[in-house]
């Protein structure tokens, strides 16, 4: 009997294992999509760019097999395996709170037909790190440590030609992929995410330990929208680090995506709420004046070079620099006393690579209310951290280059006393 493999953040066809499950029952199978509203509706054009880049990248590779559909999974995936007269569906598990809850009303509705998971987006999917004593961990470095001897396995040795594919026009009911009009400063799908890989390992994952925190360098990765829609596997990517210290420095931030995913998963509420609920009567800003930092901050006019440098490349590219997108960070929470979830909200609608676990516990770790070990007295001094991580000025003034003339703004707030300002009012709630 066919199957129905439905893909979601597994936009490829290598080191797929829900394609090779979907295959093993020796019937045709039936590629699908579905673009859920409320997820068009949450999500910013560059990021619906990508979706629909990389979704017409994965027809092209099944020579037009894939079928495309709008609507609410739980309506649809059933609608769809009545159709084709699916034995089951296949799909990559999905751990965000949004996609279990999508799953479940899925699952449901599918009444007797099994809704198979298999594999996900991460080296070790979350829950499996767990304490000795089953409990899961709150601060990364123990759970890098229990990671690393984990371990994880091979790719899967997936591919088009695992599976004898369904027409989708004899099935109907498809649309054509949209377009949202965005323009991406890198190429979208598989093809594009094993190219700029291959490009990253040979020229720059030696010198990464390194030059990592060097916004002024054009030598990180750029793989983070290609892991955020599975163009890539994480699995892929780790058989090519090898033990030099530019190969572990970029492992181990493989790892903090897991974790982060693995906190999210353990405590859902964590993607809007603080994690440390302690912080939440840490008095934040939002008269008429913060409205306006807020907005300042957005267009980057806030009168410090590398936070309006960083926040004008956003702006303009959808993607930032993570050194800058933690001293940016800081800023709002720390200079402008602005609760996080506003900054994570637009980098939301701006970014390109828009995760929820990385994006919320990211921000969480620099406003120092998630799993930290390091807490809220952490502030990055702009200035300072310019100087460092941009000692020429080259990336502010290849994002603000009237920096040096008068038209320039002056500063919006007096970092020094804005940093004693946000510790008093840490200090009123420990």
């Known amino acids: 009997m066919p199957t129905l493999l439905w893909f979601r953040r597994d936009l490829r066809l290598r080191d797929l294992p829900a394609l090779l499950d979907a295959a093993a029952a020796d019937g045709e ?23 629909y880049d990389a979704l017409r990248a994965l027809r092209d590779s099944l020579d037009g097999r894939l079928l495309v559909t709008r609507g609410r999974p739980e309506q649809r995936i059933p609608q769809l395996v009545k159709k084709c007269g ?31 998971a298999s594999g996900s987006p991460y080296l070790v999917s979350p829950g499996r790190i767990t304490k000795p004593d089953g409990t899961p961990y709150k601060v990364f470095s123990p759970f890098f440590s229990a990671w690393r ?37 890198l190429p979208a799908g598989e093809a594009a995410a094993t190219d700029q890989w291959k490009v990253f390992v040979a ?81 934040t800003d939002d008269d008429a004046a913060a409205q306006d930092r807020f907005e300042a901050w957005k267009q980057g006019r806030t009168g410090f070079p590398i936070v309006d440098a960083g926040m004008r490349q956003l702006a303009q590219t959808g993607w930032m620099h993570n050194r800058v997108r933690m001293i940016v960070a800081s800023f709002l929470v720390k200079d402008l006393h602005l609760p996080w979830q506003w900054g994570a909200r637009w980098f939301l609608d701006q970014l390109v690579d828009g995760d929820m676990a990385n994006n919320q516990h990211g921000w969480q770790w620099v406003a120092g209310t998630g799993t930290d070990a390091a807490p809220f007295f952490r502030v990055f001094n702009p200035a300072t951290q310019g100087a460092k991580f941009d000692p020429d000025g080259t990336y502010v003034r290849r994002w603000v280059p009237e920096v040096d003339d008068d038209s320039y703004p002056a500063p919006i707030v007096d970092h020094a006393a804005e940093r004693k300002e946000a510790l008093r009012r840490y200090s009123a709630i420990t």
């Not at 088009?160 to 323009?183: F, K």
Request: one cysteine or more; hydrophobic letters at 40%; proline letters at 6%.
């Open 86 to 116: 699916a034995s089951a569906v296949h799909v990559s598990a999905d751990f965000t709170p949004f996609g279990r809850r999508r799953d479940e009303a899925v699952l449901s509705a599918l009444g007797d037909v099994p809704l198979h």
């Open 203 to 283: 020229n720059d994952l030696h010198g990464y330990a390194d030059d990592r925190n060097r916004p002024d360098l054009d030598v990180t990765s750029r793989m983070s929208a290609h892991l955020k829609f599975g163009t890539i596997h994480p699995r892929t990517m780790a058989v090519d680090l090898g033990r030099g210290t530019g190969a572990q420095a970029y492992l181990r931030e493989l790892a903090f995506r897991d974790f982060y995913a693995s906190v999210l998963g353990e405590w859902p509420h964590s993607v809007w709420w603080n994690w440390n609920r302690s912080f939440d009567d840490m008095p």
């Open 29 to 51: 199978v039936l590629a699908c999509f579905v673009l859920d509203p409320r997820l068009e509706a949450s999500s910013g054009a560059r990021r619906l760019q990508y979706l």
């Open 149 to 185: 001897q984990h371990g994880w396995p091979k790719p899967a040795a997936s591919g088009a030609e695992s599976a004898r594919w369904i027409d989708p026009a004899d099935v109907g009911g498809g649309i054509d992929i949209p377009d949202a009009g965005a323009e991406l400063d």
